[in-house]
């Protein structure tokens, strides 16, 4: 007689029970804030499942719990989705599976290849540089986040208090990071 209410088998220990608990929530969660279909919950689970094993490596029990590691990925998962939801509706084109058939249930002429390649390569370089701005060190994330808003360094050097050379010197160890991350620190000039 097999119990139908045992607790599937954990196929890595960083996705324990309670992490498999909160991202089917937060998959729920998702679909009905970004107004998808119910069927759609497994597949976000899915995503945000494979976006924790990828952020898996970055996890230092020194600084937090896995439990805590685990919500902190979700939420940026959970973030990131709704601004790529959001974004995509405001363009016009929010893709869902079986993009390829429309409203009516006929076949959409649409080619969609390129635009999820891009998609896809946009997320992962986005996901990598959210990486490097987790490992950045305390003295470089304010500088970092500063760049993301504006590419005036006079204002930025300004706004934290510091000497431009000072800013110059933290830049060069910001794009240390990007390349050591292999991305090629383009906006970091």
């Not at 945000?48 to 600084?63: G, S």
């Not at 830049?171 to 050591?180: K, L, P, V």
Request: net charge negative; proline share 5%.
């Amino acid at each position: 007689m097999s119990d139908h209410t045992a607790a599937p088998a954990v196929v890595d220990p960083f996705l324990d029970e309670y992490v498999m608990e909160q991202t089917r929530i937060r998959a729920r969660e998702l679909a009905e804030k970004s107004q998808l279909p119910p069927d759609q919950c497994e597949d976000i689970q899915q995503d945000m499942l494979i976006a924790l094993l990828k952020a898996r490596k970055r996890f230092d029990p020194a600084k937090a719990g896995m439990h805590t590691f685990a919500s902190r990925v979700m939420d940026c998962f959970s973030k990131d989705f709704i601004r790529r939801v959001a974004s995509k509706r405001r363009r016009g084109h929010l893709d869902v599976p079986c993009a390829d058939i429309s409203d009516d249930f006929s076949l959409d002429r649409q080619a969609v290849g390129d635009g999820v390649l891009n998609d896809l390569v946009r997320d992962e370089t986005c996901q990598a540089v959210r990486g490097v701005l987790d490992e950045l060190p305390d003295d470089l994330r304010p500088v970092c986040e500063a760049m993301l808003h504006t590419k005036d360094r006079k204002a930025i050097a300004e706004q934290l208090g510091i000497s431009r050379s000072s800013l110059y010197r933290r830049i060069a160890r910001i794009q240390a990071y990007f390349r050591a991350a292999g991305l090629e620190p383009e906006g970091i000039a």
